[in-house]
């Protein structure tokens, strides 16, 4: 590889780009570094220290790589409301309680699924990655209900209690368990070979959205009541999850307007951390300020997470998604 | 983002460069990054010279503010270039920032004039 693609190569590894974008800016750079080696040899440098000058005077590739995020990584309005919109529509769902009811909540996450999965395809915007955790959502909801029968079949085996679920079922959820898995990790992966920012931007709702779902789920005859529609019990923590969501959307529109790769981060950070910590403190009840301070590390930790595994994915030279 | 070069203050020419990729630009209708770079410091005796990779986030800033527009074109050899050329807007944004500059330097040459004692 020559000193040019080497140097080239280290201002991609740092853009954090959507891969088009960085595709055009790197054959824009490709184009001025030829005609400024053709230049200099013809001034009569030789090819290698011609290399060098030209590097040299483009500055270092840390630095254009930041300027060039700041240029380009900076997204419309139009991109800040639709990165906002699924975290609008689960606030508006808990705000009027209308999460309760399963048509109302497939309409509501069917769409969200239908354009994250165009969005995949037709290349990663950076606002598809606040759908993603959305979409991502149903299948982990009926993975933590599919648990059940595995844990009576576990409990069978180990302690000889209960009765073990029929075999069709253990392998049906074998399947479902194996496939969501893979949807997520790969989601994950791909997010972190970009930026890992942007996974943290994916995961954002999901850590309080679990401790909900784990809460609700624990309130008496919890489907008895689902079925029923209005039940007050299941209501309490709406008004939380609602203006918690409502925060994740003014953090998502920030996200995507700021220039700053710092700001994006800091933005998600804030808001997962401390807004998370007081939901779940809202949902809990009585944590406490150490329950509270344990809880806001448990989500730093999470948050953080796709910094260590995009770290990992640079260390191990991984291509970058083309 | 300029490098420090000896004789002036490299945020004056930071806080400048927009203008001057602007006026290249709308001189010659239609231009790209490496020409422009190589005019303005062949045009100021070598006095200008940027640290060359800045130039082009920069470019990118003017095109996301609606003052340029950029377009890829296929050159002979197959390469692709990206080319600028002006909007409307990049125009009167240029026209404000030379009167501007105008007033500036008049007022700065009348201060800077020496006092008569």
Redo the contacts between chains.
């Keep these: 590889m020559s000193d040019v693609s080497a140097y080239l190569d280290q201002?991609r590894t740092h853009l954090h780009l959507d891969p088009l974008t960085e595709r055009?800016?790197i054959?824009?750079?490709a184009?001025?570094f030829?005609?400024?080696l053709s230049?200099l040899r013809s001034g009569g440098l030789a090819e290698e220290e011609a290399s060098r000058e030209a590097i040299a005077?483009?500055?270092q590739p840390k630095?254009?790589a930041r300027?060039?995020y700041?240029?380009?990584g900076?997204g419309s309005w139009i991109d800040a409301l639709i990165g906002c919109q699924p975290h609008l529509v689960v606030a508006a769902l808990f705000a009027t309680h209308l999460w309760r009811h399963p048509l109302l909540l497939s309409a509501a996450f069917l769409p969200i699924t239908v354009v994250t999965l165009l969005a995949w395809r037709r290349g990663a915007a950076n606002w598809l990655y606040s759908w993603t955790g959305y979409a991502l959502l149903p299948l982990l909801i009926v993975t933590y209900f599919s648990v059940e029968p595995v844990a009576r079949t576990v409990s069978f085996l180990v302690g000889g209690s209960g009765a073990p679920a029929p075999f069709w079922h253990l392998a049906g959820l074998a399947t479902f368990f194996t496939f969501t898995l893979w949807l997520v990790v790969s989601a994950t992966v791909r997010a972190a070979k970009r930026d890992w920012i942007l996974v943290s931007l994916m995961l954002l709702p999901l850590p309080v959205l679990v401790v909900w779902i784990a809460s609700v789920s624990r309130t008496d005859d919890f489907l008895a009541a689902l079925m029923r529609g209005l039940e007050a019990r299941l209501s309490q923590w709406d008004e939380a999850m609602a203006f918690f969501c409502a925060t994740l959307a003014a953090a998502t529109a920030l996200f995507m307007r700021v220039r700053r790769r710092s700001l994006k981060a800091g933005a998600i950070m804030a808001v997962g951390i401390v807004g998370g910590a007081l939901a779940v403190s809202s949902i809990q009840g009585g944590l406490g300020l150490f329950g509270l301070l344990a809880v806001a590390a448990c989500f730093m930790l999470f948050l953080v997470c796709p910094f260590a595994l995009h770290a990992y994915l640079e260390r191990e030279g991984r291509p970058k998604e083309a | 983002?300029p490098g420090n070069i000896p004789g002036y203050d490299s945020d004056l020419l930071r806080g400048n460069t927009d203008s001057l990729l602007l006026f290249l630009i709308n001189a010659h209708g239609q231009t790209?990054?490496?020409r422009l770079i190589?005019e303005i410091e062949e045009r100021s005796g070598g006095f200008f010279?940027f640290?060359?990779?800045?130039v082009?986030?920069?470019l990118?800033?003017l095109e996301?503010d609606g003052l340029i527009h950029g377009e890829?074109k296929k050159l002979p050899n197959g390469?692709?270039?990206?080319y600028y050329t002006m909007t409307d807007g990049g125009r009167a944004f240029l026209q404000k920032k030379l009167d501007m500059w105008e007033s500036f330097s008049s007022a700065m040459a009348l201060v800077l004039k020496p006092v008569e004692r």
Excluded: C
């Design positions: 201002v055009r800016v054959s824009e750079l184009t001025h030829q005609e400024k230049d005077s483009f500055g630095t254009i300027l060039m700041e240029a380009f900076r | 983002m790209y990054g490496y190589k010279r640290r060359e990779g800045t082009y986030p920069a990118r800033k996301n890829w390469q692709e270039r990206r």
